[in-house]
C-alpha cells in the first residue's frame, strides 16, 4: 500500500487495515553502519496505530504482521508502537527487538518479553519531522531520538543502547508500517546510510555504480507508477467532485464523522479542560479541610472557654486565678481567628464557582486568574496554620498545660430487668412481622 512521490514515501495512509514496506534491493556489505531515518506518523485521532518499524534483515520481509513487514525475521526490528496493546498505558513508545529467525512476535503485549531495550517518546502529530539516528559499532546498538519539537535536525536525545549484539555481516536495510482499526499517515522523507569504520583503518573500496541501464529502468517503473497514481486521484475526483484540496487530504472523506478524530483547536480545549479540572478537585478537597479546620476551632473554643470558666469559679481567692482582661484576649484571638477560617471559606466556594463556569469554549483566558487565586488561597492557610499552633503558647501561661475538662459521669437509667423485657417485646414483634409478610407473599402468589 506504499505510495511514493518526488519528495517522500507514504508508507501507509490513513485508512484501516493498512501495510506497506521499503526494502534496499541489494544487501549492504558494511560491517558497522549508521542510519539517519526522517519521518512524519499524523493523524487525526487522539491515539494512533499501528506504528512504523526500521529493519535491518539477512532477507527482505517483503509483507507481514509486524508492523507491515514478515515475521521470524534474523536481525533487527526498531519499531515505533503507538498502539497500547497491552493496556499499560506505555505508548507511544520506541523499542528494538532482535530475532535470530525462529521467534514469533508477541502483539498482545507489545513484544514486551522480547525487548532488548526500549523508551517511551511521543512522536506523533509533532510540528516538524521526527528524526531517528540508529548506529551499529563494535556489536553495539544505539538509538537517538530527534523529538521534531525544533527544527534542529541534530537535536537529539539518548533513547535506548543493547550492547554485546551480533547482527547478520549483511542484510537488507527496509522500512515498514500498518495501520488497524485505527489509522496513521507514515510518510518517510529520508533514509541514509553510512558505512562505519576503525579509526585508522582503510574503508573497503566501494562497489560500481548503478548502471545507465538499470537506472533508466527504476526510472521508467517510477513514471509509470505516477502515470497510474495521477489517474486513479482523478478518478477518484470525478466520484467525489464535492471532496477538494491537495491529494494527501483525499483519505480524509471516511473519517469526516468519527468521533475518535479531533482538531487542533479541540486538543487545545480538552488540555485546557484537564488541567481546570484538576484545580477544581485540588479545591473541593481544600473546602473540605477547611470545613474540619472550622469543627476543630469550634471544639477548641468551646473547651478553653469551658475551662477558664471553671477555674474562675472554683478558685476565685487563689493567686493563679485567670485575670478578665486574659480570658477577653483569648476569646478575641479565637473570634479573629474563626472570622479568618469563615474568610478564606467563602473565598474557596467563590473560586469553585469561578471554574465551574469556567468550564466552557472561549474560557482559557481565566486559567490563569484561577491558578493565582488558588495560589492565595494556600498562603492565607499557611497562616492560619500558623495561628492555631501558636495560639496555647501564646494565650496560655507556660507552666500549665492545655487539658480537655472532664465528661460528667453518666448515671446507669437502665436495669436488666428492664433490659430483658425490652428485648421480649422486639422478639414477638419481629416474628409477628415475619409471620405478616409470608402471609402477604402466600396471598399475592395466589394471582400468579
Known sequence: DAIPSADQIRITTSLKSQKGSVWTKNKSIFEYWEVEVTFRVTGRGRIGADGLAIWFTEEQGLEGPVFGAADKWNGVGIFFDSFDNDGKKNNPAVLVVGNNGELLYDHQNDGSTQTLASCQRDFRNKPYPVRAKITYYQKTLTVLINNGFTPDKEDYEFCAKVEEMVLPSQGYFGISAATGGLADDHDVLSFLTFQLTEPGKEAPTPGAEI??????????????????????????????????????????????????????????????????NRIHLEIKQLNRQLDMILDEQRRYVSAVTDEIAKRGAGLPG???????????????????????????????????????????PGSAAGAYETTQHFNDIKEHLHVVKRDIEHLVQRNMP?????????????????????????????????????????????AAKKFF
Open 398 to 442: 507556660p507552666s500549665e498545660k492545655t487539658k480537655c475538662p472532664d465528661l460528667p459521669p453518666f448515671p446507669s437509667c437502665l436495669s436488666t430487668v428492664h433490659f430483658v423485657i425490652f428485648v421480649a417485646v422486639q422478639t414477638v414483634l419481629f416474628i409477628g412481622y415475619i409471620m405478616y409478610k409470608s402471609q402477604q407473599e402466600a
Open 211 to 276: 548502471p545507465q541501464k538499470d537506472k533508466e529502468k527504476y526510472q521508467e517503473e517510477f513514471e509509470h507508477f505516477q502515470q497510474e497514481l495521477d489517474k486513479k486521484k482523478e478518478e477518484f475526483q470525478k466520484e467525489h467532485p464535492d471532496v477538494q484540496g491537495q491529494p494527501g487530504k483525499l483519505f480524509w472523506w471516511s473519517f469526516s464523522s468519527d468521533d475518535l478524530f479531533e482538531t487542533v483547536s479541540d486538543r487545545e480545549l480538552r488540555q485546557i479542560f484537564e488541567g481546570q
Open 318 to 360: 487563689q493567686q493563679g486565678q485567670v485575670p478578665q482582661q486574659e480570658i477577653e484576649t483569648v476569646v478575641k484571638t479565637q473570634e479573629e481567628v474563626l472570622r479568618q477560617v469563615n474568610e478564606i471559606r467563602n473565598s474557596v466556594a467563590d473560586t469553585l464557582k469561578l471554574v465551574g463556569g469556567a468550564q466552557h
